[in-house]
Nanobody, 111 residues
Framework: QVQLVESGGGLVQAGESLRLSCAAS????????MGWYRQAPGKQRELVAG???????NYADSVKGRFTISRDNVKNTIYLQMNSLNPEDTGVYYC?????WGQGIQVTVSS
């Protein structure tokens, strides 16, 4: 079993920044395929940023240049640095490892 715990969400104004963290514990073998997803009200869950095979990072077009995913292999933790936030970034952000999901954390950006 794997446990994923997200932190760092909250309410910010447009243009501000947030940093999300996701700590993985349990039967975690490698965090090289972890990623961040989000679900906006009334929309489907979508990939925001993730690590792919070979260490390649993948970003949604809407966040390229503003968000950065990073990881700490020792701590089994991934991060999502979110800059220049706008109201369209509002949603519940989820961390994913293999087929395990975190509980989600709310990010709200006011205009």
């Amino acid at each position: 079993q794997v446990q994923l715990v997200e932190s760092g969400g909250g309410l910010v104004q447009a243009g501000e920044s947030l940093r999300l963290s996701c700590a993985a514990s349990g039967r975690v073998f490698s965090i090289t395929s972890m990623g961040w997803y989000r679900q906006a009200p009334g929309k489907q869950r979508e990939l925001v940023a993730g690590f792919m095979t070979g260490g390649v990072t993948n970003y949604a077009d809407s966040v390229k240049g503003r968000f950065t995913i990073s990881r700490d292999n020792v701590k089994n933790t991934i991060y999502l640095q979110m800059n220049s936030l706008n109201p369209e970034d509002t949603g519940v952000y989820y961390c994913k490892y293999s087929y395990f999901w975190g509980q989600g954390i709310q990010v709200t950006v006011s205009s």
